[in-house]
């Protein structure tokens, strides 16, 4: 069947780069806690752990999201009739996604809207999904409400968006802006138009912990991976040998933090940003937040964003929800 696998570019590199720079400069000149956005954790190298990540088997959500969606995809979008074309908010390998499309190409021919800033990403989730009859690829390089505007924008008479934003995404938010991000992207949609969230659900602590510290140092992999991007693209200095991964968990706020903490005292210098800046020994960067969430909370959120609940389904292997959304 035909699909046209291609990519709508945001911006050429110079200005993503320029962006980088100043989210990096932003984020390490702040006198208090220092931080770096988790979205640049996907580079090529970056996007590969997190696959890696995926299959530990410390890591229960990678799994838990893949077998849900394998085992409840029909049911899902027999709750979505009508004509549907489906916009995904950063498609990371499209692994899960692959059968939600099944699903749907079962009845119709699928236009599909991968949507993330990596134009990696992209190309993977291409190779992952551009095969499967009867759905053709668009990918939209591009921040997540630019590109489902720009996707909505496409919508033929009489069809349903369907909006996917799996793999509790949503929990690198903290709780008020995952609610406005929701709102934000409500503001996009019609009436009757449906949203598909995962979300990680709230367990045992030690197994948390486990998930984003596991034995192996994949994940530490990961975390070290953003200060190496620094390195290779913004010609940085950072001496990975200088900083341990770090997990915890922050009981009142229901989140995971990772961080990367200094042993020792040093200057780092990011040439191509014309920035420097020092670490204290045990000075820590926030790279991460995971929040977890309670069911029935994803439900009032969602109702207070403009939504209605339609739909949960769980995987009680590792506690996982994901809920169907239709625009109020
Ligand atoms: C892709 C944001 C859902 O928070 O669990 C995995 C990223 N970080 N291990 C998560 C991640 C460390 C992941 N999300």
């Known amino acids: 069947m035909l699909t046209i696998p291609r990519v709508v570019p945001a911006v050429e590199a110079g200005r993503a780069l320029s962006e980088f720079s100043s989210d990096v400069i932003v984020g390490l000149s702040n006198p208090g806690q220092k931080e770096l956005p988790s979205k640049y954790f996907y580079d090529e190298v970056g996007s590969a752990l997190f696959e890696a990540i995926c299959t530990l088997p410390e890591y229960g959500l990678g799994r838990a999201g893949k077998r849900m969606l394998e085992r409840y995809s029909g049911e899902i979008m027999d709750c979505v009739p009508g004509q549907v074309m489906i916009a995904e908010l950063g498609s990371g390998s499209g692994q899960q996604t692959r059968w939600l499309l099944e699903a ?63 793999g509790s ?27 598909l969230l995962g979300t990680d659900l709230i367990k045992p602590i030690p197994a ?56 020792v005292w040093q200057r780092v210098v990011i040439r191509k940003a014309g920035f420097r800046f020092y670490l204290r020994e045990g000075e820590t960067i926030w790279t991460e937040s995971a929040h977890k969430y309670s069911s029935e909370e994803v439900v009032q959120m969602g109702e207070r964003a403009g939504y209605r609940c339609v739909g949960q389904w769980f995987d009680f292997e590792w506690p996982f929800a994901e809920s169907l959304f239709f625009a109020v």
Do not use: W
């Open 104 to 166: 749907l190409a079962r009845r119709q021919r699928v236009n599909y809207y991968p949507i993330d800033i990596s134009r990696n990403a992209l190309f993977r989730c291409q190779a992952e999904l551009g095969q499967i009859e009867m759905v053709s690829i668009v990918g939209f390089e591009r921040a997540y409400l630019d590109g489902l505007q720009e996707v909505a924008a496409r919508r033929h008479d009489g069809e349903r968006l369907m909006v996917l934003f799996l």
């Open 169 to 195: 995404t949503i929990g690198n938010f903290d709780r008020p802006a995952g609610e406005q991000f929701l709102r934000e992207v409500r503001s996009i949609l019609r009436p009757d138009d449906a949203l």
């Open 208 to 263: 948390l912990i486990l998930a984003y510290d596991d034995p192996a140092g994949v994940t530490a992999a990961f975390n070290k991976n953003l200060l190496a991007r620094i390195n290779r693209e913004l010609e940085g200095d950072f001496d990975l040998r200088c900083f341990e991964h770090v997990v915890r968990y922050d009981e009142s706020e229901r989140r995971i933090e990772m961080h990367l903490r200094s042993t």
